[in-house]
């Protein structure tokens, strides 16, 4: 099978919600990192086969496909299409997938993979609420559905729920979720202060480093909030940021590197998907790892950098338990906790910090993984070249 290339990837800023970039228009933001993927890739725009973002709750300034909206909001040729997809939070991960499937295939040569979300104009799931009950529609997915009662009854479909079932199934106290948001604190403030996010992040605007990182958090800080389903032991401390944010890279096959002079800096060694209880959510990165190890015939000790989504404390937790990876090697520059989540644009965000944090360091394999709902995971191993 064709190989597919990771040639140039660029992200904004995360910012915070109701930031400096609270009021970009959606598509604003992905022409934003779009136009610079152009710039610093060299490539002719117009030889672009096709763009894949990763967006959730398309409604409002995100309907309409956000990412042909983008491409055209930056001023790039028409003739380029773009298609917006929605794999919940592993959105842009996914469009990754789709993208590197098309060079891998055969069918595409130049294929840009991204995602945007701006969460301080349309919080989680409530675009979809909204657009909803003017017609009568008060179920949401899950509630109505005969099926679905059958196989998992009234059980909560919320990923708080989720993230208190993993926190008591793996044994992880409250002060063990504070004391790994802190430390994520510390790595993003860290990493900023030492410009590891300097090359990756293209600047909106006077917004030029992350909002989220909280340089005066502490334990005693975050042993005060109050927990966010009563009787549990999940605080917005352990949860990801409600975030603003862009992120795109371009893939190439090997026709498309000759053609087009490109350099590539990674390949994509191996991309799947898994699922797993949908009701506990967020645990599927344990399994999906499994089996990404188990098809690659890697180990998780050939792993140089892993990025795996800090939806909420516990779930990195956990996957640490389980994986037996070193936590010096996971998430070393800060995850969600402290850089926040714009949730279609994370996959894609987590895969650039990736991409030049294996450059930084010289490490060979990075592997990414995230939970989503539904109860899947995405994974994704590239090879620095």
Known sequence: MAEAFIVEAVRTPVGRRRGRLAAVHPADLGAHVLRALVERSGIDPAAVDDVVFGCLDTVGPQAGDIARTSWLAAGLPEEVPGVTVDRQCGSSQQAVHFAAQGVMSGTQDLVVAGGVQNMSQIPIAFASRRAAEPLGLTDGPFAGSAGWR???GDAPVDQFHGAELIARKWGISRRDMEEYALGSHRRAVRAIDEGRFARETVAYGDVTVDEGPRRDTTLERMAALPPVVEGGTITAACSSQVSDGAAA???????????????????????????????????APIPATARALKKTGLTIDDIDLVEINEAFAPVVLA???????????????GGAIALGHPLGATGVRLMTTLLHELERTGGRFGLQTMCEGGGQAN???????
């Open 249 to 283: 890279m371009l893939l190439a096959g090997e026709r498309a590197v000759r053609e087009h002079g490109l350099t590539p800096r990674a390949r994509v060694h191996h991309l799947s998907v898994r699922g797993e209880d949908p009701i506990r959510m967020l645990s």
């Open 379 to 385: 994974v994704t191993v590239i090879e620095r070249m």
């Open 150 to 152: 059958a196989r998992y």
């Open 319 to 333: 996957w640490l338990k389980e994986t037996g990876a070193d936590p010096a090697r996971v998430n070393v520059n």
